[in-house]
């Protein structure tokens, strides 16, 4: 998959070990992050808890996810960090790719522009649910401030092939784009779902789902956080996960850098403040 800077210029294709996240072998990307931070809830519609010991818990959904970079090769995600967060050279540049660990809820960090949030949806026990809607916890998602700096990954690589969401944070919408991608599927994985979310969408421990959400800020700062509404035994339910952070605007204050990973050299800021990778310029 390429990826393009505002400016028009097309970076190459996964380059090694010089990528966050891609050994010189392997080329990946990312760290799966815990449920922790996943909640279940019922809805306004349910009120009874559903007769089973799962009760206490919520319901029998199982959601991890991993973000926010894609799940194979990732040359293009950048990250980003507030004015209360830990500073660039906090990080280990050439041990690690950095970008799982700057935008954990604890180091307080985003994504800059685009991030991939990949929810692996599964259900406890012998239980099956039925996943019937995504969309954000807000009508609007909250406004932060701007990026104390941001970490550009310069970068990019093979195609991949997800049941893909576009969350567009300015406007803000989701969509459900479906399949996207033509690269090979990974055998160890569920197969890619084609069916819309509803009655034909049921998962569980033995049938488990994966869909990718793709985040993008271009114009706002935001903290955001999903709601997945599903069905069990006739309830409703819905769990939350995040919150996120997602950055797309610098402020006058932003400093922007493109560390060498060969060395884990940051280097000095750069002048450009533009937009984030593959935002259209406005006219």
Not at 71 to 100: E, N, W, Y
Not at 150 to 176: E, I, M, S
Not at 227 to 252: E, M, N
Not at 260 to 278: H, N, Q, R, V
Request: aromatic share 6%; net charge neutral.
């Amino acid at each position: 998959m390429k990826r393009i800077f505002a400016s028009g210029t097309v970076f190459a294709l996964c380059a090694g070990a010089l990528l966050m996240g891609c050994s010189r072998n392997e080329c990946t990307g990312g760290s799966v992050c815990g449920a922790g931070n996943a909640v279940d809830l019922p809805s306004k519609a349910s009120q009874k808890s559903p007769p089973s010991n799962m009760s206490a818990r919520g319901g029998p959904l199982l959601v991890t996810h991993k973000w926010p970079t894609f799940k194979s090769c990732d040359g293009a995600t950048s990250v980003a960090m507030p004015a209360d967060g830990k500073a660039l050279a906090d990080f280990s540049l050439m041990q690690q790719d950095i970008r799982s660990e700057v935008t954990t809820p604890r180091n307080k960090g985003g994504v800059w522009g685009s991030g991939h949030l990949y929810l692996n949806l599964s259900a406890e026990g012998k239980e099956t649910v039925t996943v019937d809607e995504l969309h954000l916890t807000t009508r609007i998602p909250k406004k932060i401030d701007p990026p104390s700096w941001v970490a550009l990954t310069q970068g990019g690589c093979g195609d991949v092939r997800d049941r893909v969401f576009n969350l567009d944070l300015d406007k803000p919408q989701l969509l459900d784009r479906g399949v996207e991608g033509t690269g090979e599927a990974d055998p160890t994985e569920p197969p890619v779902r084609t069916n819309s979310l509803g009655s034909g969408f049921t998962v569980s421990a033995t049938d488990p789902a994966i869909i990718r959400v793709d985040a993008t800020a271009c114009r706002g700062n935001y903290e955001w956080s999903l709601q997945i509404d599903y069905t069990y035994q006739g309830k409703a339910l819905h769990k939350v996960v995040g919150p996120f952070r997602s950055f797309g605007a610098a402020g006058k204050e932003t400093k922007v850098y493109v560390p060498d990973l060969s060395t884990g050299e940051i280097g000095a800021a750069t002048e450009d403040k533009g937009l984030p990778i593959g935002c259209p310029v406005q006219q």
